[in-house]
């Protein structure tokens, strides 16, 4: 089998020390080698080599995102003071007639020149469920369920989502999206659980994202419980009952919802004792700082979740509330945010750098199923290239991490090349 071999001054993944002039050699695939080139060419020496200029890394894992919206990016790119205000805004555009299917793929072909090579997709119109199948991008697109009473979910709304997930085109896995606490009954988020046990596949819910959101769950009172009564939904177990007394993350265990199977978007608006219970149940958070930053809300707690131990992840969630799809945009973000809140560790820019890969890789569960977010013999060959001006592979991290590129050079998925910047010309040699 054709041997190729990726080489670039710095190669970098999570857990393992940087490589100075490295090499990733694929093979069907798969990482056939990983280490010095000199000692990858020595044991390929056949290999067709791939000259490349930056840094070499896992693909980049997008934890959250909606790729449908992509052609909604005039909501993200203004500013809003808060949820309601970027509601509203999202709202007027939502209803007009589109292409679905064109804006998710538009988008996941920004994702693809961004470095990510697996994502988490939030499918809410079934037009944009095969964006993610027909890129070839990995990951797991979610099929997201909101709008349902207890009353009308007992009248076939199983059935109506096991079909719905069931059309979802495969490749990716699909899984299931719970959308939030307060767009469904207690019960059916109940029943969701147990039935994404029951067909084993994995939860995706956004949680603890606003002040809203939890004074709804709280005492079922504020501007979000009066959205959902004038909308016809003052049934809803938590609007009736005047909430529960608790925060979003007790509620969602309450369910039976937090399960190692699941991870969150957001998890803002979140204490000591959340955090902890989140640990202990062994469910990640994707953090998307500059869509909260757009839509007014506050920051993720990331120098607790980082002193804690949570385990983490990094999603851009859409253009509709976000300036791009670019992983490292976000990252940037978390690496300022830490830093004011008063992280001083030396290990922040490696603590991010497995954020953005492992880290993603584990929320989606994919490292149970076949390595992906790292660099080892055996695993996906998911790459990216990215430029850098750095001359070390230390500095070349500290450079990915604070202010890392919009744009990949170079993204293979799965040994397939998937995105090349165009303007570059790729040196090869046949032997070396």
Same mark, same amino acid.
């Given at each position: 089998?054709?041997?190729?071999?990726?080489?670039?001054?710095?190669?970098?993944?999570?857990?393992?020390?940087?490589?100075?002039?490295?090499?990733?050699?694929?093979?069907?695939?798969?990482?056939?080698?990983?280490?010095?080139?000199?000692?990858?060419?020595?044991?390929?020496?056949?290999?067709?080599?791939?000259?490349?200029?930056?840094?070499? *890394?896992?693909?980049?894992?997008?934890?959250?995102?909606?790729?449908?919206?992509?052609?909604?990016?005039?909501?993200?790119?203004?500013?809003?003071?808060?949820?309601?205000?970027?509601?509203?805004?999202?709202?007027?555009?939502?209803?007009?007639?589109?292409?679905?299917?064109?804006?998710?793929?538009?988008?996941?072909?920004?994702?693809?020149?961004?470095? *990510?090579?697996?994502?988490?997709?939030?499918?809410?119109?079934?037009?944009?469920?095969?964006?993610?199948?027909?890129?070839?991008?990995?990951?797991?697109?979610?099929?997201?369920?909101?709008?349902?009473?207890?009353?009308?979910?007992?009248?076939?709304?199983?059935?109506?989502?096991?079909?719905?997930?069931?059309?979802?085109?495969?490749?990716?896995?699909?899984?299931?999206?719970?959308?939030?606490?307060?767009?469904?009954?207690?019960?059916?988020?109940?029943?969701?659980?147990?039935?994404?046990?029951?067909?084993?596949?994995?939860?995706?819910?956004?949680?603890?994202?606003?002040?809203?959101?939890?004074?709804?769950?709280?005492?079922?009172?504020?501007?979000?419980?009066?959205?959902?009564?004038?909308?016809?939904?003052?049934?809803?177990?938590?609007?009736?009952?005047?909430?529960?007394?608790?925060?979003?993350?007790?509620?969602?265990?309450?369910?039976?919802?937090?399960?190692?199977?699941?991870?969150?978007?957001?998890?803002?608006?979140?204490?000591?004792?959340?955090?902890?219970?989140?640990?202990?149940?062994?469910?990640?958070?994707?953090?998307?700082?500059?869509?909260?930053?757009?839509?007014?809300?506050?920051?993720?707690?990331?120098?607790?979740?980082?002193?804690?131990?949570?385990?983490?992840?990094?999603?851009?969630?859409?253009?509709?509330?976000?300036?791009?799809?670019?992983?490292?945009?976000?990252?940037?973000?978390?690496?300022?945010?830490?830093?004011?809140?008063?992280?001083?560790?030396?290990?922040?820019?490696?603590?991010?750098?497995?954020?953005?890969?492992?880290?993603?890789?584990?929320?989606?569960?994919?490292?149970?199923?076949?390595?992906?977010?790292?660099?080892?013999?055996?695993?996906?060959?998911?790459?990216?290239?990215?430029?850098?001006?750095?001359?070390?592979?230390?500095?070349?991290?500290?450079?990915?991490?604070?202010?890392?590129?919009?744009?990949?050079?170079?993204?293979?998925?799965?040994?397939?090349?998937?995105?090349?910047?165009?303007?570059?010309?790729?040196?090869?040699?046949?032997?070396?």
């Amino acid at each position: 089998m054709t041997v190729t071999v990726h080489r670039a001054r710095a190669v970098l993944s999570p857990g393992t020390p940087p490589l100075v002039d490295g090499a990733v050699a694929v093979r069907d695939g798969r990482i056939a080698a990983v280490g010095r080139f000199d000692d990858v060419i020595s044991e390929f020496p056949d290999a067709a080599v791939h000259e490349e200029d930056g840094a070499l *890394t896992p693909g980049l894992v997008n934890a959250h995102t909606h790729l449908q919206y992509t052609d909604m990016a005039a909501v993200g790119r203004a500013a809003h003071d808060g949820f309601e205000s970027w509601m509203g805004a999202f709202m007027e555009l939502y209803p007009l007639p589109r292409d679905w299917s064109a804006s998710a793929a538009a988008g996941a072909a920004l994702c693809l020149r961004a470095g *990510t090579t697996a994502v988490a997709e939030i499918v809410t119109d079934a037009e944009a469920g095969s964006a993610v199948h027909e890129s070839g991008l990995h990951g797991i697109a979610f099929w997201e369920v909101l709008g349902w009473t207890e009353s009308a979910w007992r009248l076939g709304g199983p059935e109506t989502v096991r079909a719905q997930l069931g059309a979802l085109p495969t490749p990716p896995t699909v899984g299931l999206s719970p959308h939030a606490i307060y767009s469904l009954d207690t019960e059916v988020i109940r029943e969701l659980s147990r039935l994404a046990a029951e067909w084993g596949v994995r939860q995706h819910i956004h949680a603890a994202e606003s002040a809203w959101e939890d004074a709804y769950v709280r005492t079922g009172t504020g501007d979000l419980a009066e959205r959902w009564r004038a909308n016809g939904r003052g049934e809803f177990a938590l609007l009736s009952g005047n909430g529960v007394g608790t925060g979003v993350i007790p509620y969602l265990d309450s369910l039976g919802a937090l399960t190692p199977t699941t991870h969150l978007a957001h998890g803002i608006y979140v204490d000591t004792d959340d955090r902890r219970l989140l640990r202990d149940r062994g469910v990640s958070v994707a953090l998307c700082p500059r869509s909260n930053a757009v839509i007014g809300l506050d920051p993720p707690p990331i120098a607790a979740y980082l002193r804690e131990g949570n385990a983490i992840a990094v999603g851009t969630d859409s253009l509709s509330s976000s300036p791009s799809l670019s992983i490292w945009h976000d990252v940037a973000a978390l690496h300022r945010l830490a830093r004011e809140q008063g992280y001083a560790a030396p290990d922040l820019h490696a603590r991010l750098f497995h954020a953005a890969t492992a880290g993603g890789a584990h929320a989606l569960g994919l490292d149970a199923v076949d390595p992906t977010g790292i660099l080892q013999v055996g695993a996906r060959a998911d790459l990216a290239v990215f430029p850098v001006s750095a001359t070390t592979p230390e500095d070349a991290l500290a450079e990915l991490v604070e202010n890392g590129p919009a744009e990949a050079s170079l993204t293979v998925v799965g040994g397939h090349l998937r995105w090349r910047t165009p303007a570059r010309e790729e040196r090869m040699t046949a032997n070396v």
